[in-house]
């Protein structure tokens, strides 16, 4: 678990890139310790994209040490992060939740096909007294490879007081695993009904959890590719004139005021002013335009756009996160983090979600046990045991986010900047919209649409 921080003191806001959240009761348990923090004023965490956004004037080091204090770790980080470290990181989780599920799929399948076929030795017998123990503790291996992040989240929470999914995940499939020990322990005195093991479902759980984990990172990624796709829009390096010596030094070592050299083809580093040489620049990612602009003295360039035909000098007055560019991705990110009405009903839902759904599953084991049918324990692990599985509630926290953060994206990617996730649950209320921006939005051409007769004229 990780988050990482990026403070804007300019605008009092610091958002906050939170790896640990496991699923969508972690909202509330983020937003509750990042708003006790002196000097906050809202608080607004995304599942969807492990992100958050708090407003105020908090000192990043109390927001770092409220997010430890929550189980998370946290780390202040400046600037736009590199897309290409994200993409990696992305892919190596998306690599690693996928072997789980393979090895955990693996032996569940060969469990169920070995039941299946009768090719293991009935519990109890001479030959199962050997064969099972040895299940059981490679069982055991197979949890812990696939699910050991499941369990070590579950007893972080626990020593909080609190409960998510993975308390769900390490009840369900440790329950499963304890049952069948007990089962395997106490062969003797249990009806031969009862004498049923359940390791194969403890497995495959995980299989399928990881699994759609696994799918759900790599969504994530991919309703993360706009903001990506505009932090790429802006170079890693400058060249930069120092000393009457040109250097090609990284992006976040240019200083305000320094000289900057930019030749054809290639990306302009930061904004500024031009003051020797001109050319055209295509500024069609900030305005739509697709015809190339004319720079001369005393022109402002833009960081991100693309110098077309002449070589110039000009001198750096805007950098880091105060660039045009950098002003547009925190738009859209401030977009992807705000929380329509409905999404703040799911984060109140999920908040209590777990802590009803353990009581629902003891109440099922209880029904089961006294009215079900014989064996009735075996029938009532298996029932309440179920419902902690399948209760997971990520679905319920997550649909509404990324919902927003690929509408949002998708619109950015258009040229449509769209400054909170409220304007897209309001917009099915809209009736009309004017627009008028002649050449991007609209033709500039007026045309006869409807022609309406009355016997009057």
């Not at 490679?138 to 699910?147: E, K, N, P």
Request: charged share 20%.
């Amino acid at each position: 678990m990780g988050t990482e921080l990026t403070t804007d003191r300019a605008s009092d806001e610091t958002r906050l890139s939170i790896m640990g959240m496991s699923c969508a009761a972690c909202v509330s348990t983020v937003e509750g310790a990042l708003a006790t923090v002196p000097g906050v004023i809202s608080v607004s965490v995304n599942f969807a994209d492990h992100s958050a956004m708090v407003k105020g004037y908090a000192d990043p080091e109390l927001l770092k040490q409220a997010v430890v204090s929550a189980g998370y770790d946290a780390a202040v980080m400046e600037g736009l992060e590199n897309p290409e470290e994200q993409e990696a990181l992305e892919r190596q989780r998306y690599r690693s939740l996928m072997k789980k599920a393979a090895v955990a799929g693996a032996f569940g399948a060969f469990l169920m096909l070995a039941e299946h076929f009768a090719w293991l030795p009935e519990i109890g017998s001479e030959a199962g007294r050997w064969v099972w123990p040895e299940i059981a503790l490679i069982t055991l291996g197979v949890l812990v490879y696939s699910g050991l992040h499941f369990y070590q989240g579950a007893a972080k929470a626990l020593s909080l007081g609190q409960a998510n999914m993975d308390t769900l995940i390490a009840l369900g499939t440790g329950a499963a695993w304890l049952f069948s020990c007990v089962v395997i322990d106490f062969s003797g005195v249990l009806p031969s009904l009862a004498k049923h093991a359940y390791f194969e479902a403890a497995v495959v759980i995980l299989a399928f959890i990881n699994l759609g984990t696994g799918l759900e990172t790599m969504a994530r990624g991919r309703t993360s590719s706009a903001i990506r796709q505009l932090i790429g829009l802006q170079p890693r390096t400058a060249r930069v004139i120092r000393d009457g010596k040109e250097t090609d030094v990284p992006i976040e070592e240019v200083g305000l005021g320094e000289t900057l050299r930019v030749r054809p083809g290639e990306k302009i580093a930061v904004d500024g002013v031009l003051f020797d040489g001109h050319s055209t620049v295509d500024e069609s990612m900030l305005t739509g335009e697709p015809i190339p602009v004319e720079k001369s003295v005393n022109a402002e360039v833009v960081a991100g756009t693309i110098n077309q035909t002449g070589t110039f000098l000009f001198k750096a007055t805007r950098i880091g996160k105060d660039t045009a560019l950098a002003q547009i991705i925190k738009s859209v990110r401030q977009a992807q983090s705000s929380k329509p009405e409905i999404a703040r009903l799911a984060d109140k839902i999920s908040s209590i979600f777990v802590p009803i759904v353990v009581l629902i599953s003891i109440l099922t084991f209880t029904v089961w046990y006294y009215f079900g049918p014989v064996p009735s324990l075996g029938y009532a692990f298996v029932t309440s045991m179920t419902v902690l599985v399948i209760a997971c509630p990520c679905a319920l926290g997550l649909a509404t986010p990324i919902s927003v953060m690929v509408a949002v994206g998708r619109a950015a990617q258009s040229g449509i900047l769209i400054r909170q996730g409220d304007a897209l649950q309001k917009a099915g209320k809209l009736t009309c919209i004017v627009l008028d921006k002649t050449g991007t939005v609209t033709e500039g051409k007026p045309v006869v649409s409807t022609i309406k007769h009355t016997a009057k004229f």
